[in-house]
C-alpha cells in the first residue's frame, strides 16, 4: 500500500470513530480523562503475528480494576473497514493481555487498526497503529547423499549430491561449509547440487562436510545435513569424533 493510500486510509477511520467507539481517551492523553472512574489503557507496541493459517493482534492493556474488553477495528485498501470479536483481558494469554483474531484476513497486505479497550465502568482508551502482516514462511529442508568414487589406503574420492525442497516457496541457492580438525570454514552460497571431493594425508582427524538449503525468502535450514570422513581407515558416517 502506497503512503497516499495509507493516509486515505487512516483519515477515513479516523473519521468513522465516533461510530465506532465509547467515549473515551487515549492512554497518553491522561488531562481528557473523567478521574472517576479510570479509563483502561492500551499500551503503546501492539504486536500483529500470523500462524499458517490466520492472523492475530496482541495487546498490553492495563484494565486498572475494571472487566475489559478489546477489540480492533482494522483494514486496508481492498477491504476498509472489518472489526475483530470482542475478548477479554486476561482471557488466557496473562492478566494485561489480549489476543485478537482478524477474521477472512489476507497475508502481504499493510493493514491499519484502531483497538479499543471498553470497560464495565463505560470507560475507553484507544490505539491506533499500522503493519504490513507478512505470510508465514515455513522453513525449507534438506538432504545429502554420498558414494565412493575411487581412491586408495592413502586418500579417497567420493562424490556428494544434495537435495532442497521448500513447502511453500522455492528454493533459492544452497550454503555449503567445509570444518577439517575441529576447524570450521565459512558458509559459502552455491547453486550446483553435486560436488566431488579427493582427500589424503591433509586429514589428521576428520573432515566434514555440510550442506543447508536457503528458500526465496532468505530462511535457511536449521539443521544442515552432513557427511563426516574419518582418515584412518577412510571412513564416511554422518558424526564427528569427539574433541581429544
Do not use: K
Amino acid at each position: 500500500m502506497n503512503p497516499r493510500t495509507l493516509q486515505t486510509l487512516r483519515r477515513l477511520l479516523i473519521s468513522l470513530l465516533p461510530l465506532l467507539l465509547l467515549p473515551g481517551c487515549s492512554c497518553d492523553d491522561s488531562s481528557t480523562c473523567p478521574e472517576q472512574p479510570e479509563p483502561p489503557c492500551i499500551f503503546p507496541g501492539m504486536v500483529v503475528h500470523a500462524d499458517s493459517s490466520a492472523i492475530f493482534v496482541d495487546l498490553h492493556v492495563d484494565p486498572r480494576g475494571h472487566h475489559t474488553l478489546c477489540d480492533c477495528v482494522y483494514g486496508t485498501a481492498q477491504s476498509l473497514l472489518q472489526t475483530t470479536a470482542p475478548v477479554y483481558v486476561g482471557d488466557g494469554y496473562g492478566p494485561r493481555a489480549a489476543r485478537l483474531l482478524l477474521s477472512d484476513a489476507d497475508f502481504d497486505q499493510q493493514y491499519l487498526f484502531q483497538c479499543r479497550a471498553f470497560s464495565d465502568a463505560g470507560t475507553t482508551s484507544t490505539l491506533i497503529d499500522s503493519f504490513f502482516v507478512e505470510s508465514p514462511n515455513e522453513l525449507p529442508q534438506t538432504t545429502l547423499s554420498y558414494s565412493p568414487d575411487g581412491g586408495d589406503t592413502t586418500g579417497v574420492r567420493f562424490r556428494l549430491n544434495w537435495f532442497g525442497w521448500d513447502p511453500d516457496g522455492w528454493i533459492d541457492h544452497f550454503d555449503t561449509r567445509i570444518e577439517v580438525d575441529f576447524v570450521p570454514g565459512e558458509w559459502v552460497s552455491v547453486v550446483n547440487t553435486d560436488t566431488v571431493f579427493v582427500l589424503g594425508p591433509e586429514v589428521s582427524v576428520y573432515w566434514m562436510f555440510a550442506v543447508r538449503a536457503v528458500d526465496n525468502r532468505g530462511a535457511a535450514d536449521p539443521t544442515p545435513e552432513t557427511v563426516v570422513l574419518i582418515p584412518d581407515e577412510w571412513q564416511i558416517g554422518d558424526s564427528r569424533p569427539p574433541r581429544p
